[in-house]
């Protein structure tokens, strides 16, 4: 009477006969063996996305039994659990172990017998930094550059900083598309954000050196353009020093829980 737990869709593969058969031994040993496939569903957290860590569990439990009754153990080794070395996830490094089911109350039978297999799916990170990192830093490097341009020409620094914008916007539209429909931020989204608002300093520094022209103070406002040539950069190495810090410390936390 085993039932899988959260299981959203099972199938048994017929070719001409159902997979499974009963063996009875002389000491009244009874081997029965099945083979399906099924579909569970696993409940994700996407805080730390693309840095997330996905903990799954398929749960075998007892429907009618208790614990008194029956009791489920896993195979020891070499005979318990194998898994194909060739079967790999192009975004997560997957690993699996089996653990005995602990009673909890969040269980739909706490006090029947059950076992769990566990799922850990760590997901790679080289295709959101090829991806997303670095050609958003790119761009943002790209609006420090018309900073070079003369502050008189007012086109040619607008319409760089605003093609950048527009571009860090479409690029952080693709990147949510991407993701489940989830209503909190995510690592991926703090970082998006902090690119766009880098590339908008870059248009409110020329805003202030324009105000300065208009006011016939030339001197201060290439004072100022000089000193925000060399604080953004800064400022940006500093901002990825801590974000980085950060997402590491938070990484760590929660593989630990």
């Known amino acids: 009477d085993l039932f899988i737990d959260q299981a959203k869709n ?8 159902e997979p499974a058969s009963v063996r009875i031994y002389r000491n009244s040993l009874i081997h029965y063996s099945s083979r399906f496939n099924f ?17 799954c569990y398929v749960k075998f439990e007892s429907f009618d039994h208790s614990s008194q009754q029956m009791e489920l153990t896993w195979l020891e080794e070499p005979h318990g659990l194998k898994v194909n070395p060739n079967i790999k996830l192009s975004q997560f490094n997957v ?18 017998p059950g076992l769990r297999l566990q799922l850990k799916l760590q997901r790679e990170l080289g295709y959101h930094i090829v991806q997303t990192y670095i050609p958003s830093s790119l761009f943002v490097v790209l609006s420090w550059l018309s900073l070079m341009i003369p502050a ?18 479409a690029m ?22 902090i690119c766009i608002l880098f590339v908008f300093c870059t248009m409110l520094e020329f805003i202030i050196v324009t105000t300065f022209m208009q006011k016939k103070m030339p001197k201060v406002a290439k004072q100022f353009e000089r000193y925000c040539i ?22 760590q936390i929660y593989e630990i829980s």
């Open 230 to 251: 060399l604080a953004l950069p800064v400022t940006f190495l500093m901002t990825n020093l801590f974000y980085w810090s950060m997402v590491h410390g938070l990484r």
């Open 39 to 55: 579909d569970v569903a696993c409940n994700m957290d996407f805080h730390m996305y693309p840095l997330d860590v996905q903990t």
């Open 172 to 193: 952080f539209a693709s990147v949510r598309h991407n993701v489940p429909k989830i209503s909190y931020c995510s690592v991926l989204d703090i970082w998006m954000l």
């Open 152 to 169: 008189e020409s007012v086109p040619g620094r607008v319409g760089m900083v605003m093609t950048t914008m527009l571009t860090l916007t």
């Open 95 to 112: 690993s699996v172990s089996l653990v005995r089911k602990e009673m909890t109350s969040g269980d739909m039978f706490p006090n029947n």
């Open 10 to 17: 099972i199938r048994v593969p017929r070719y001409f006969l």
